[in-house]
């Protein structure tokens, strides 16, 4: 498995592709390339045969250039990583901090796939894919890209371990709704990996993702409570309003009673403890009560 990375994502559960499932994942690439080609360039040897023979070399060498250069880049650029033959091994390019490439990388990576790949048969890639520790060839290593492996098998997913049971609830009334996804999957990554990573490092790790967290919520962790907890806590309380927001599809803010406090929180309404669904006073100018207490610290009152 691919180890901890720093950057704005981080690659924790990811396996990097070996030759024999990129090597097959190109074989695909090029017999669909070069299909395309071979019918394009009967077509267009059809159309000019009337032209003269520079004209000819041109638009050979343009089609050359825009169908096993160019299409493969463009393909990889707007599929992020993934062309046809990736996607049948379940393979994808991202960047070394585990980002999804973007068009100077498919660049970079096509430039050289015509040296490694085209012109050398690839002997050139096969020879740096078995050199290299994590599997990649000269393109990739240029343009700061690694194949890494989307499928897993069933038997080695790994779930989120629950956080303490006296954090069990806390984070009720936190606004989640401004996390985005990516930050969600790399505190997943993280949590399910961190007892294989080195203590030090896993600390470091998790206060970074803390720190990330309590930006997008505007609230800091309750006092004393470690970031891995934190963190272990926020995802129980995601997926506790993921498992609610499915069971009652279209639920609205209010509970029983319909008095409870809509908390919003990744696409979801959650009822705030029965506490907050109390009468709330009135307080000169609209603020004040319990309304104004969750506003201000993000967590509902204890019951």
Avoid at 266 to 289: E, F, I, L
Wanted: proline share 9%; charged share 15%; hydrophobic share 50%.
């Amino acid at each position: 498995m691919s180890g901890w990375v720093t950057g704005d994502a981080v690659v924790l559960g990811l396996q990097p592709a070996r030759l024999p499932s990129r090597a097959l994942a190109v074989l695909i690439d090029l017999a669909v390339v070069w299909t395309a080609y071979l019918l394009i360039t009967l077509g267009l040897a059809v159309a000019t045969a009337s032209l003269d023979e520079a004209a000819g070399m041109a638009v050979s060498i343009a089609s050359f250039l825009l169908i096993l250069v160019g299409a493969p880049i463009a393909v990889e650029t707007l599929s992020h990583g993934r062309s046809l033959g990736k996607m049948a091994c379940g393979l994808r390019v991202v960047r070394d901090d585990g980002g999804p490439v973007r068009f100077r990388h498919a660049l970079v990576r096509g430039a050289m796939g015509v040296v490694e790949i085209l012109m050398t048969f690839g002997v050139v890639a096969c020879v740096a894919s078995l050199v290299s520790e994590r599997g990649r060839r000269l393109g990739d290593v240029f343009a700061g890209t690694l194949v890494v492996r989307e499928r897993m098998p069933a038997a080695r997913v790994q779930f989120v371990p629950p956080p303490p049971p006296w954090l069990v609830g806390r984070f009720s009334g936190l606004d989640l709704s401004a996390v985005p996804e990516a930050l969600w999957l790399e505190i997943r990554q993280y949590l399910t990996r961190a007892r294989e990573l080195d203590p030090a490092v896993g600390r470091r790790l998790a206060e970074r993702l803390a720190d990330a967290l309590v930006t997008r919520t505007g609230t800091p962790p309750p006092p004393g409570v470690p970031a891995e907890a934190y963190l272990a806590g926020v995802v129980a309380e995601r997926q506790a309003r993921d498992a609610r927001r499915t069971v009652a599809p279209g639920a609205g803010p209010a509970g029983a009673g319909g008095k409870g406090t809509g908390v919003s929180g990744g696409g979801s309404s959650v009822v705030v403890p029965p506490v907050a669904a109390a009468p709330r006073p009135a307080a000169p100018g609209g603020g004040g009560g319990e309304e104004s207490t969750v506003r201000a610290t993000g967590f509902a009152p204890p019951a």
